[in-house]
């Protein structure tokens, strides 16, 4: 099963600053791969995702993400942030056959941006 | 909205008893999938369904069972409720290999 790694948990910035988020995961073969947010008290909501392709991925509220096969990275970036992007981000690649291709969520970044 | 709903939103049970989960999927989507999140964690995989047929399943005890219907709606099943069973219980449903959706969640509080 490919698993995945977040390595920062819990992340705090002021408004406007630029925002990486590391996602690593473990499989060498086809990876597809997910970033989710969950806001306060919302569902998760698909940020991006990457399939095949451009490995430079746009998303929505001007998140980006970039698939580094070298490095089995998909790290989450936003050139400035707001406080409205406030909430728990998940990375996740889709799981293995036994799974059914669910997604296996990594433990999640929480994002807190200050005023 | 992703047009996946959850019910009920809230359920509080006590330790042994049983509880049951449900989801409905957004239209067209044949495949459900439940995941428990407990508090500050990500979401981990439970099973998953694919026209009526379990075809996927994650680290959990066979007393959490689940359903599909023909409608591709899902139940979720607990029996023998433990303290640790206290968490989010999130659905999320697609279409084929491809982006999963998900509702709102059941927050189930065990004592």
């Known amino acids: 099963a490919q698993s995945v790694s977040q390595h920062n948990h819990h992340v705090i910035l002021s408004e406007a600053a630029s925002l990486e988020l590391g996602c690593n995961y473990s499989y060498g073969g086809t990876v597809n791969l997910f970033w989710y947010v969950q806001y306060p008290g919302q569902h998760l909501q698909l940020l991006l995702k990457?399939?095949?392709?451009?490995?430079l991925v746009k998303g929505i509220k001007g998140f980006e993400a970039e698939f580094i096969k070298s490095k089995f990275s998909f790290n989450l970036r936003k050139p400035s942030v707001q406080w409205s992007d406030t909430a728990e981000y998940f990375c996740?690649?889709?799981?293995?056959?036994?799974?059914?291709?669910?997604?296996?969520f990594g433990k999640g970044t929480s994002l807190l941006v200050t005023p | 909205e992703t047009g996946v709903t959850q019910s009920p939103t809230h359920l509080i049970k006590t330790r042994g008893q049983q509880v049951t989960l449900r989801c409905s999927s957004q239209?067209?989507?044949?495949?459900v999938s439940w995941y428990q999140q407990a508090l500050g964690q990500g979401p981990q995989f439970i099973f998953q369904?694919?026209?009526?047929?379990?075809?996927g399943r994650g680290n959990f005890p066979p007393r959490f069972s689940g359903l599909q219907f023909p409608n591709y709606s899902s139940e979720l099943n607990v029996n023998a409720l433990e303290l640790d069973d206290s968490a989010l219980y999130l659905c999320a449903s697609r279409r084929a290999a491809d982006t999963q959706y998900f509702g709102p969640g059941t927050r189930l509080t065990v004592l």
């Open positions: 239209s067209g989507h044949n495949t």
């Open positions: 990457y399939f095949s392709g451009d490995p």
């Open positions: 369904y694919y026209r009526e047929e379990e075809n």
């Open positions: 996740a690649p889709f799981g293995d056959s036994n799974s059914g291709y669910a997604l296996n």
